[in-house]
């Protein structure tokens, strides 16, 4: 578990603290979600207020992951039950998965320049986001190198509190089946001709039993006629 103590944090700014892999980043794409309990034992928390937790999976401040969530505070804050921890927070990889393919469409479209800001888009719900200037800076969830939580003070007072965090797991582990497949054929007609037809196809999800799956499809039709 993790205590979060936070005192003095302006308007604007945030209170958090990381974890980094500089050495051997981790690959979370194997599985579809990152959970955890999170609990506002003190703080100005509530549905109505400007204060979020978050969750940022990026090193680079202008390329990144964010997920963001109001938290309810609990009724007694010297008795802690069960039901404080709920609801269990659970993201979706795949929202970010999209929101980075659609900003990186915008950065096709329309590329940013040194002094340009980034792209900044946001789910519906405003809850997650991506942030991107540099497509081959972007962010990527085969490769984590730091993971960062906290606190994000959008109101228009400074704030202090504590925040208790437990049990961050990768969920829901994908199960979906990966097929390989080679297909030859060879056509003679006497001594006149003769052709070679070679198509191999592998689906994004296959590996080997060591391995995980690269998420990249590939298909390679090869033809050869004497």
Do not use: C
Request: hydrophobic fraction near 40%; charge should be negative; proline fraction near 7%.
């Amino acid at each position: 578990g993790l205590k979060l103590e936070y005192e003095g944090v302006q308007p604007g700014s945030r209170s958090e603290v990381f974890d980094r892999f500089p050495q051997r980043p981790r690959d979370f794409l194997a599985y579809q979600e990152l959970k955890m309990w999170v609990l506002a034992r003190e703080g100005d928390w509530g549905v109505t207020e400007p204060l979020f937790f978050f969750v940022k999976i990026g090193e680079d401040a202008e390329n990144f992951y964010l997920y963001r969530t109001r938290l309810q505070p609990v009724l007694n804050p010297g008795q802690i039950v069960p039901g404080d921890w709920l609801p269990e927070i659970a993201i979706d990889f795949g929202q970010w998965i999209d929101l980075r393919r659609r900003a990186e469409e915008s950065l096709i479209f329309d590329p940013r320049g040194p002094g340009d800001p980034p792209v900044e888009l946001w789910a519906q719900d405003s809850t997650y986001a991506v942030v991107l200037k540099d497509r081959a800076r972007a962010p990527n969830l085969a490769a984590v190198r730091e993971l960062s939580m906290g606190i994000w003070n959008q109101g228009n007072f400074a704030t202090k509190g504590e925040v208790w965090i437990n049990e961050m797991r990768l969920s829901s582990p994908l199960r979906d089946a990966g097929m390989a497949s080679h297909l030859a054929l060879d056509i003679e007609a006497s001594d006149v001709w003769s052709t070679h037809l070679a198509i191999s196809n592998r689906s994004p999800h296959f590996r080997q039993l060591v391995d995980d799956p690269t998420f990249q499809g590939d298909r390679i039709i090869s033809v050869a006629s004497t």
